[in-house]
């Protein structure tokens, strides 16, 4: 089984050569961590650059340099300024080449619901629900249960949608899953992880087809 | 040249009222309009729209409004970081509208450019669509989003000349450009107010035609959320 930082490890393994992505709030901010350092691509945060580098050192700390989850980030060499609109551009415009996002659930035709508990919580969807309108490429960051061990990968979401029919791929700390004819085909299994445990802990349809490797990471 | 500018932030507010729709720029609390909301807090206008992505921090930024009980109506994308504005949200005090951020930033843009209306593929399928009219291009479904209507428009710029050009700083430029000229009038607040010339044209993102009063901010705090270091 893995943890925040495996799942973040595994989904590195998505980004190419040349690739603009971006990086939702949570598990997928991790990612920047673990990417290849021979190859060539750029972070891009909703609020308004692309080129975002890492944390700034204690002296380099300036309010006006934000990711989108408000932490404090710093600019590499190459990197551009643009505001709230264009950024959405690039993302609705598909000019963004991989997305990378938090659920609270998905369900097997690739719905989404991340934003909303309704009566409980209510953080809305900043710019959740433009990103899977819109990219081409998304993967789902997650747990594979919640809290209280309820399957997160469903037959249909509960929640408030996020985006309708929107999911291609899913990295949770059981398995790397891909969604085809409306059902979750099952691609990898963590670590240690049995097939039957994926079975277990999957309440939507899952497709297995011949055997399935345990991930490298 | 126009002069655009007044003397100080007391200037820049007048014809505020209770009851009327403000925009405020600012992602979280970097780029927002410190000295209008504390005017705004000052002047205890009553009842207001705030049209903002987010809702500040409890002790800071839109939040020292709600904290009063200044907002009848909250519309943003993102409401996370306050914990007095989702007890008012849950309890039915505040009303809240939650629309996707890049359709936030385009109803101002529209605003701002003179179009009525747009589409959009964000929220289809959601709440977010619900009473709205849905088109289909090339065989994708659209929702239509119709511009913002405000009476002022709070921004912050970084720099700013006699004549209302403008120029943001980092990711605190955020909605801020977008704002500008989107709402009855605008009133920006600048760090660095300079004379007409001294901007190069070059490098205005804001021309002064969106801009109706400018006027140099003092005691920036420019709090850090999430102060997050190496």
Redesign the interface.
Same mark, same amino acid.
Do not use: D
């Given at each position: 089984m893995l943890d925040k930082n495996g799942i973040a490890k595994r989904i590195a393994q998505e980004v190419q050569d040349g690739y603009y992505v971006n990086l939702g709030i949570g598990i997928p901010t991790l990612v920047a961590n673990y990417v290849r350092n021979d190859i060539e691509l750029e972070f891009q945060s909703e609020n308004g650059i692309l080129g975002m580098g890492p944390f700034p050192k204690e002296e380099e700390v300036d309010a006006d340099l934000i990711n989108a989850g408000k932490q404090t980030i710093t600019a590499l060499p190459g990197a551009s300024f643009f505001d709230s609109s264009m950024s959405f551009g690039m993302i609705r415009g598909q000019h963004v080449d991989l997305t990378i996002l938090g659920a609270m659930e998905v369900a097997q035709n690739g719905n989404i619901a991340n934003w909303k508990i309704p009566g409980k919580m209510v953080k809305g969807m900043g710019g959740a629900m433009d990103l899977v309108g819109s990219a081409k490429n998304i993967i789902v960051a997650m747990m594979h249960t919640n809290k209280a061990g309820d399957s997160k990968l469903l037959k249909a979401c509960s929640l408030p949608l996020t985006g309708v029919e929107c999911v291609t791929k899913i990295v949770t700390n059981m398995a790397v899953l891909d969604i085809v004819d409306k059902k979750f085909r099952l691609l990898e299994r963590a670590p240690g992880v049995s097939i039957e445990e994926i079975k277990k802990a999957t309440e939507g349809d899952l497709i297995i087809e011949g055997d399935i490797p345990e991930m490298s990471i | 040249m126009i002069n655009k500018t007044v003397n100080n932030v007391t200037e820049a507010l007048e014809g505020v009222q209770d009851g009327m729709t403000f925009m405020l720029g600012g992602?979280?609390?970097?780029?927002i309009p410190e000295n209008s909301i504390k005017e705004l807090v000052k002047r205890n206008v009553k009842d207001v729209t705030c049209i903002s992505?987010n809702a500040g921090v409890d002790d800071f930024g839109l939040g020292l409004l709600l904290k009063k009980r200044q907002i009848k109506k909250m519309i943003?994308?993102?409401?996370?970081?306050n914990a007095e504005f #989702?007890r008012q949200? *849950?309890s039915g005090e505040l009303d809240?509208e *939650?629309? /996707? !951020?890049? $359709?936030? +930033? #385009?109803r101002?843009?529209a605003a701002q450019n003179g179009i009525p209306a747009f589409y959009? /593929? +964000?929220?289809?399928?959601? #709440?977010?669509a619900e009473g709205k009219e849905v088109r289909d291009f090339d065989g994708k479904p659209h929702i239509m989003e119709k511009a913002f209507v405000a009476d002022f428009a709070f921004v912050k710029a970084?720099k700013g000349d006699e004549a209302g050009n403008l120029i943001?700083?980092?990711? +605190? %430029?955020?909605?801020?450009? *977008?704002m500008c000229g989107a709402a009855k009038v605008t009133v920006v607040e600048v760090e660095e107010l300079v004379k007409p010339g001294e901007l190069d044209p070059n490098f205005v993102h804001i021309p002064g035609i969106f801009v109706q009063r400018i006027f140099q901010g003092d005691a920036y705090e420019?709090?850090?959320?999430? %102060?997050? $270091? !190496?």
């Open positions: - | 992602f979280g609390l970097s780029g992505n943003s994308s993102y409401v996370g970081e #989702e949200m *849950l809240v *939650l629309i /996707p !951020q890049g $359709t936030l +930033a #385009e101002c843009r959009t /593929p +964000a929220g289809y399928g959601t #709440e977010v970084w943001f700083k980092g990711t +605190a %430029r955020n909605f801020n450009p *977008l420019k709090r850090i959320e999430k %102060r997050t $270091t !190496q």
